[in-house]
């Protein structure tokens, strides 16, 4: 992020509010590289913050009042009282700095008021947690301009919180995670149980190679809807067989738990995919510790199909990338984020990605659908101060 950008940032705040900020801070999007909707099953994931970023020019206030601006929404300041806000009351977009506010007053820090704008890189509606990079840099800035003292994992589960409850989304933790705690050259191995982690190297530019993200700018309408009944039925699947969440159902057990569900087909299917799902995260990191990053590949296509047929959560849009960039050379491909749009992504060599790139615009074309938007992904740092 360049400090042309952070100046940016603190000119218009200035103009809005009549004084300079306190300070600038960003926190990333992300991608996730594997391990699909198992963040609400205990299990594992493995994302890497893009460098697509939410900026935030922030000071404190001490009246209890709350101002919100967002340079990408039409329209004025927002302004609140900071004890006012109700939990899923409709207020669009300010819900979720407002609903940050709300977290971290209600867990018993002593946040007062604050004029904050806020502009963003990471696209809307994509998959790449707009959302959460947006939570995670509010918090970030109070955590610092109050002195709360908390760590990165404590801002995440506050702004998970945030989502859950002020919001009314069902998210897991890993988007906040990931955008709270990632590093640059690296993807973050999380275990969302214990929100244990791991920084394991991945560096794809220094072994010729290089992951595209393919925004097909398709969100369908019933997408919101349908994740909650996933997390139902997982956990609908965890009670028939006893366990506290479809984490603690092993790999090797798997065909004896889905025997032991009988005839309930749409559960047997969710189990499969996240019992199947954890343990692609955990070859993953075994060949990416080993040195055989061309060998995910094919993981990641068998991410796909489990996403595909398991958890029905495709569309035609992410299948068209998936397929035409295996068709076209690429080392692996899959959808990426809840699913019903978005993006997918494609790992590939450096040398390809044109060819790649250019095979699935015209597949696109073809289709007659909108133009997807692509763009490699760099594993970035996580949030911090700008200045």
């Not at 820090?109 to 947690?129: E, M, N, Q, R, Y």
Request: include cysteine; proline fraction near 4%; aromatic fraction near 6%.
């Amino acid at each position: 992020m360049s400090e042309a950008v952070a100046g940016a940032v603190a000119e218009r705040f200035a103009q809005l509010y009549g004084a300079e900020p306190e300070g600038v801070w960003a926190a990333p999007g992300r991608v996730n590289l594997i391990g699909e909707h198992t963040d609400y099953n205990d299990g594992f994931v493995m994302p890497f913050a893009l460098p697509h970023t939410a900026v935030a020019a922030v000071s404190r206030r001490t009246d209890g009042v709350l101002r919100l601006h967002s340079a990408d929404i039409e329209g004025g300041v927002a302004e609140f009282r900071a004890a006012d806000p109700a939990p899923q009351s409709d207020r669009g977009w300010t819900a979720y700095p407002a609903g940050v506010v709300w977290a971290l007053r209600t867990a018993g820090h002593p946040v007062t008021g604050a004029d904050i704008h806020l502009d963003s890189t990471v696209p809307a509606g994509a998959g790449l947690s707009s959302s959460a990079a947006l939570e995670v840099v509010v918090a970030l800035a109070l955590n610092d301009l109050f002195e709360l003292g908390l760590r990165g994992w404590q801002l995440a589960r506050l702004c998970q919180r945030a989502e859950n409850v002020y919001v009314g989304a069902p998210v897991g933790i890993m988007d906040q995670t990931a955008s709270a705690c990632c590093e640059a050259g690296h993807a973050l191995f999380l275990d969302t149980r214990d929100l244990s982690q791991r920084q394991i190297p991945f560096d794809l530019a220094a072994e010729d190679m290089c992951l595209l993200v393919v925004d097909t700018r398709v969100k369908h309408a019933h997408s919101e809807g349908e994740y909650g009944k996933r997390r139902a039925g997982c956990e609908k699947g965890a009670a028939l067989l006893g366990v506290d969440a479809l984490r603690d159902v092993a790999y090797g057990d798997l065909d004896e738990a889905l025997a032991r569900l009988g005839d309930e087909e749409e559960v047997r299917r969710l189990v499969r995919h996240i019992v199947t799902e954890n343990h692609r995260v955990e070859r993953v990191v075994s060949l990416l510790t080993s040195g055989e990053t061309r060998a995910i590949g094919p993981v990641l296509v068998e991410g796909h199909a489990s996403l595909r047929d398991d958890f029905r959560i495709s569309c035609p849009e992410l299948d068209l990338v998936v397929d035409t960039a295996m068709a076209s050379g690429a080392l692996g491909a899959r959808m990426t984020g809840g699913g019903f749009g978005g993006s997918a992504i494609v790992l590939t060599e450096a040398a390809d990605a044109d060819a790649v790139t250019r095979a699935v615009e015209q597949a696109f074309t073809a289709a007659g659908s909108t133009a997807p938007r692509v763009f490699e992904a760099v594993p970035s740092a996580g949030a911090r101060r700008l200045g």
